[in-house]
């Protein structure tokens, strides 16, 4: 009789623990699915620019220079961790002493990424090699590819809006269609509010 109860007994916790173990791999995905629809965006973000990099504590390794820019698009999340971005920017290079004189360009921009869900809505993106395709300037490079963004923000009690920023300093890097790094880059993005809306009907 005893042996009958500690076999129930042990079947019994495997079972829960079992059951534990699938609710914890299942809670991030099922957390994920907050975010499901297209959200529009507004933001503004300055850019510090390295050609030679930047050392562990984020100093310059040679000459730099600053660009701010703002952008606006639709990120679209999928409500499995996956999602995708457009967005069109418009960017202005700040003069430098020592540097080129200031400009301007605009560029397309389109991205996949991937995002997770916390319990208490906040959530964290990181975002694949974004495709930065300038318009409009004569003597722009045509195709850029920008690695390594990451964000992290707050959906709203609605789930309807939400608001994404960086989170802390990260190097990215600015790549031509061949794989050579043109540059690297520290960022700060303010992405502000973020409304999920519904497209109309194509003409």
Not at 127 to 149: F, H, L, W, Y
Request: aromatic letters at 8%; proline letters at 5%.
């Amino acid at each position: 009789m005893l042996r009958f109860l500690t076999s129930g007994w042990c079947i019994l916790m495997l079972v829960v623990c079992s059951a534990w173990l699938t609710r914890a791999e299942a809670a991030p995905q099922g957390f994920n699915q907050l975010l499901h629809g297209n959200y529009a965006f507004t933001g503004e973000d300055v850019c510090l620019v390295s050609p030679k990099g930047f050392d562990a504590d984020f100093t310059p390794l040679g000459p730099t220079a600053v660009f701010s820019s703002s952008i606006q698009g639709v990120r679209t999340f999928n409500g499995d961790g996956t999602g995708s971005l457009i967005a069109r920017t418009v960017q202005s290079n700040h003069p430098q002493p020592s540097g080129p004189g200031a400009s301007g360009n605009s560029a397309d921009l389109s991205a996949d990424f991937t995002y997770e869900v916390a319990s208490d809505r906040t959530f964290t993106v990181e975002q694949g090699p974004m495709t930065s395709t300038d318009i409009g300037e004569p003597n722009a490079r045509t195709k850029v590819i920008i690695e390594n963004i990451k964000f992290s923000g707050q959906i709203a009690q609605d789930l309807k809006t939400l608001v994404m920023s960086t989170e802390k300093s990260t190097v990215e890097t600015c790549k031509n269609l061949q794989g050579q790094i043109l540059d690297y880059r520290i960022c700060h993005s303010a992405l502000g509010r973020q409304s999920e809306f519904k497209p109309g009907p194509s003409a």
